[in-house]
């Protein structure tokens, strides 16, 4: 089955680029996506990517997808204090049991 | 309600007691998923539902535990002879269906086993 690694913490200033990585085993994965967990906070989808794209932009954030080395990150351009975290990255098939696997989470904490 | 609506938010309970969580997807969402998440994981996979039948229920970790959703809204997750180690937060979600990519998760519940 799909296993999603992911590094636990990351500490960046604030208004320096986030980079969180992501790695993951199962090529089958169609879909690759990025949630965000707040304290107290339920699970917010931040973006996805389809496997055949090599990269995403949206606003701040840009994900770049490498599926050769099933390689997968999230980049936080301008980190606001707002941007305090955990992020998930998870992976789930384009099929009628699309269970979505999610990584242990990277907690991003922003210094001033 | 516009989210995903779980209930109770909070349940302590005594071991070995019986429990129902209770989650109300977006209307109109056919797909349903159950996850727990223990503290400092991410959310495990339990049971996914696609209308009232469960698609597949491979994460459920043992017989104790089911789960249900006889008209294809509203699903209740049942743990039976509550166990310590099954203290966590339990997340439902919902999703348009077969397809579409969102996901989107209620607040959860946290059940603690005392």
């Known amino acids: 089955g799909e296993d999603v690694e992911q590094s636990l913490f990351l500490s960046v200033r604030e208004g320096d680029s986030s980079v969180i990585n992501c790695t993951y085993t199962?090529?089958?994965?169609?879909?690759l996506y990025w949630y965000k967990q707040e304290p107290g906070a339920g699970l917010q989808l931040l973006t996805y990517?389809?496997?055949?794209?090599d990269m995403k932009q949206d606003q701040r954030l840009t994900v770049l997808l490498n599926k050769k080395d099933k390689h997968l990150s999230l980049r936080i351009a301008d980190t606001q204090t707002g941007d305090s975290a955990i992020y998930f990255c998870?992976?789930?098939?384009?099929?009628?049991?699309?269970?979505?696997?999610f990584g242990s989470g990277t907690r991003l904490s922003i210094r001033p | 309600g516009a989210g995903v609506s779980q209930t109770p938010s909070n349940k302590v309970t005594e071991k070995g007691k019986y429990v129902e969580l209770r989650c109300d997807p977006i209307s109109g969402h056919t797909a349903l998923y159950w996850y727990r998440q223990s503290l400092g994981q991410g959310p495990e996979f339990l049971i996914y539902?696609?209308?009232?039948?469960?698609?597949?229920d491979s994460g459920l970790p043992n017989d104790r535990f089911f789960a249900v959703r006889p008209e294809g809204s509203v699903s209740t997750l049942k743990i039976q002879r509550t166990e310590r180690g099954d203290s966590a937060v339990y997340l439902c979600?919902?999703?348009?269906?077969?397809?579409?990519?969102?996901?989107?998760f209620g607040q959860g519940t946290r059940l603690t086993v005392v």
């Open positions: 990517i389809f496997s055949n794209m």
């Open positions: 539902f696609q209308g009232t039948g469960a698609a597949d």
């Open positions: 199962d090529s089958s994965s169609t879909y």
């Open positions: 998870a992976g789930g098939e384009y099929s009628s049991a699309s269970k979505i696997i």
């Open positions: 979600a919902s999703s348009p269906g077969t397809g579409k990519t969102e996901a989107f």
